[in-house]
Nanobody, 115 residues
């Protein structure tokens, strides 16, 4: 069984920064990808950023240049550094991991950006 636990969410003013962290535990092998998605009220869940083997990273257009994803393979962690936050970044942020083709999700952490 694999578990993902997020931390680091909270309330921040527009223009501020937050760092989300996600730690994976359990039977972890053959990590294909790790990343973050978010879901705002009344909207579909969307991919924010992810990283695949070889250190390749991809970002949603809405966060490019503001968010940075980083991964520690030894610790099985993935972080999301969020700068220049905007009210439209308000959402529940979910960490996820793809292990040998199977997708796992964390429980989510709330990020609220006030204007």
């Amino acid at each position: 069984q694999v578990q993902l636990v997020e931390s680091g969410g909270g309330l921040v003013q527009a223009g501020g920064s937050l760092t989300l962290s996600c730690a994976a535990s359990g039977s972890i092998f053959r990590i294909n990808a790790m990343g973050w998605s978010r879901q705002a009220p009344g909207k579909q869940r969307e991919l924010v950023a992810h990283t695949i083997s070889g250190g390749i990273t991809n970002y949603a257009d809405s966060v490019k240049g503001r968010f940075t994803i980083s991964r520690d393979n030894a610790k099985n962690t993935v972080d999301l550094q969020m700068n220049s936050l905007k009210p439209e970044d308000t959402a529940v942020y979910y960490c996820w991991m793809n292990l040998a083709g199977r997708h796992y999700w964390g429980q989510g952490t709330q990020v609220t950006v006030s204007s």
